[in-house]
T-cell receptor, first 112, second 111 residues
Framework: DTGVSQNPRHKITKRGQNVTFRCDPI?????LYWYRQTLGQGPEFLTY????????KSRLLSDRFSAERPKGSFSTLEIQRTEQGDSAMYLC??????????FGPGTRLTVL | AQRVTQPEKLLSVFKGAPVELKCNYS??????LFWYVQYSRQRLQLLLR??SRESIKGFTADLNKGETSFHLKKPFAQEEDSAMYYC?????????????FGQGTILTVHP
């Protein structure tokens, strides 16, 4: 197990297009988190799952954002009708219960 | 809302000098606090958490509830300590596990 993986690593899209990112957590981890990081800022919490249940969503997560974790394993984050303000690094992390969160390498989104 | 403040965006020291990275938090209860580090071209990784009271790579951090601070310290900085450091606070209650990060401090250790 090489840790949390995220795909793609980079995504360039045009404004108005839909994008989907994938996160594969460490296999036995039941919690999965999504964060967003913009230039010069620390990561900001977006949402998290315990197994397949989405337990909390940040106010940062507008209606254009949706996240799923259908079988309690990998998760997807979809952004519909992307805007330039969505350009950021999207980070995924996983943990076993409330223990240490292990982060993935991130997906860098650029919206032109 | 929780708030984590790291007042220094940049910090430069020479090798062998002591280093202190400042962090202040806002939660008034029993906070769970962390320091994460990101080395160049690597992913974010946990450096230490206050509950474990460990010393990792020579770094320690003491929780001061009176000053709501959790400063990171190392007595003798090494060049390989150059990195971005983030202080983070874990939420309680139903949001348990959610992290609130500070803006980060870039530490540069000169030879």
């Amino acid at each position: 197990d090489t840790g949390v993986s995220q795909n793609p690593r980079h995504k360039i899209t045009k404004r108005g297009q839909n994008v989907t990112f994938r996160c594969d957590p460490i296999s036995e981890h039941n919690r999965l988190y999504w964060y967003r990081q913009t230039l010069g800022q620390g990561p900001e919490f977006l949402t998290y799952f315990q197994n397949e249940a989405q337990l909390e969503k940040s106010r940062l997560l507008s209606d254009r954002f949706s996240a799923e974790r259908p079988k309690g394993s990998f998760s997807t984050l979809e952004i519909q009708r992307t805007e330039q303000g969505d350009s950021a690094m999207y980070l995924c992390a996983s943990s076993l219960d409330w223990n240490t969160q292990y982060f993935g390498p991130g997906t860098r989104l650029t919206v032109l | 809302a929780q708030r984590v403040t790291q007042p220094e965006k940049l910090l430069s020291v020479f090798k062998g000098a002591p280093v202190e990275l400042k962090c202040n938090y806002s939660y008034s209860g029993s906070p769970e606090l962390f320091w994460y580090v990101q080395y160049s071209r690597q992913r974010l990784q946990l450096l230490l958490r206050h509950i474990s009271r460990e010393s990792i790579k020579g770094f320690t951090a003491d929780l001061n509830k009176g000053e709501t601070s959790f400063h990171l310290k190392k007595p003798f900085a090494q060049e390989e300590d150059s990195a971005m450091y983030y202080c983070a606070e874990g939420a309680g209650g139903t949001s348990y596990g959610k992290l609130t990060f500070g803006q980060g401090t870039i530490l540069t250790v000169h030879p």
